[in-house]
């Protein structure tokens, strides 16, 4: 498990409660990692999950980069339909997608994933295509012209 967040020293404490600890590991101890560290874990991940939600006051995540990054490293992804993750994860083409709080699909498809790895490989090289595409910086460029034109 990789980042810092408020829930670092509950969570690290529900490990352990439920033995886990020996294989269980939270990258960091709850700091934020070099983003030379982050990129060396890509490296030798199989499956990227993120188990995003949106919050009752309604914040919620918009394209998170880590999708992004996990896309560009060609890494599968189960995700939940959190935000805007829909918008670059696409269920069943650049990954899988659960319903936000439901733990039992989200190792469902987990499993599926590791049971399944030349379907992952797929979802990968498709996600991989989808992060190039929404993020082309010439389509990018010409899209923020157009705009900026329309405030003319």
């Given at each position: 498990?990789?980042?810092?967040?408020?829930?670092?020293?509950?969570?690290?404490?529900?490990?352990?409660?439920?033995?886990g600890?020996?294989?269980?590991?939270?990258?960091g101890?709850?700091?934020?990692?070099?983003?030379?560290?982050?990129?060396?874990?890509?490296?030798?991940?199989?499956?990227?999950?993120?188990?995003?939600?949106?919050?009752?006051?309604?914040?919620?995540?918009?394209?998170?980069?880590?999708?992004?990054?996990?896309?560009?490293?060609?890494?599968?992804?189960?995700?939940?339909?959190?935000?805007?993750?829909?918008?670059?994860?696409?269920?069943?083409?650049?990954?899988?997608?659960?319903?936000?709080?439901?733990?039992?699909?989200?190792?469902?498809?987990?499993?599926?994933?590791?049971?399944?790895?030349?379907?992952?490989?797929?979802?990968?090289?498709?996600?991989?295509?989808?992060?190039?595409?929404v993020?082309?910086?010439?389509?990018?460029?010409?899209?923020?012209?157009?705009?900026?034109?329309?405030?003319?």
């Amino acid at each position: 498990i990789g980042g810092p967040g408020p829930l670092y020293k509950e969570l690290k404490e529900l490990i352990f409660e439920k033995g886990g600890d020996d294989t269980v590991k939270i990258i960091g101890k709850g700091k934020p990692l070099k983003f030379s560290k982050v990129l060396g874990y890509y490296r030798i991940t199989d499956i990227y999950a993120f188990p995003s939600i949106d919050l009752s006051s309604g914040d919620a995540d918009g394209i998170a980069n880590v999708l992004a990054e996990a896309s560009a490293f060609k890494i599968p992804v189960v995700a939940t339909d959190a935000g805007s993750t829909l918008e670059l994860i696409k269920n069943n083409e650049t990954g899988l997608i659960v319903d936000q709080k439901n733990s039992n699909a989200l190792a469902d498809a987990l499993e599926f994933l590791i049971k399944n790895p030349n379907t992952g490989k797929t979802f990968g090289e498709n996600a991989y295509k989808r992060v190039q595409q929404v993020f082309d910086l010439n389509t990018n460029v010409v899209e923020i012209e157009r705009l900026l034109n329309l405030w003319e």
